[in-house]
């Protein structure tokens, strides 16, 4: 089974920047989905995004409205999520987490990491 290795967070002022990062460690990220979650202080982890390794393609969450990309290193066997134009509301600790492709079971979790936006 695939494990999840997370980084990239960590401060930023609104409008800034931020990469997060998901490594598979363990076996490789062929056959998976892999997705990006965050949860926000008193709130339920919500979807992000999520790309199909296989096919690339990728899926969003309404509210990403463009300012969020997800993406594959197939060399690396990593994920990344491209975060831009952030604001304080996108503070929280975000997961990354694995799915086999065309299942509905989120069954790997990484160990997640903070992103805090300052106003």
């Known amino acids: 089974q695939v494990q999840l290795v997370e980084s990239g967070g960590g401060l930023m002022q609104a409008g800034g920047s931020l990469r997060l990062s998901c490594a598979a460690s363990g076996r490789t990220f062929s056959g998976y989905t892999v997705g990006w979650f965050r949860q926000a202080p008193g709130k339920e982890r919500e979807f992000v995004a999520r790309?199909?390794?296989?096919?690339?393609?990728?899926y969003y969450a309404d509210w990403v409205k463009g300012r969020f990309t997800i993406s594959r290193d197939s060399a690396k066997n990593t994920v990344y999520l491209q975060m831009n134009s952030l604001k304080p509301e996108d503070t929280g600790v975000y997961y990354c987490a694995a799915r086999l492709a065309y299942t509905a079971n989120w069954s790997t979790w990484g160990q997640g990491t903070q992103v805090t936006v300052s106003s």
């Open positions: 790309i199909t390794w296989t096919t690339g393609i990728p």
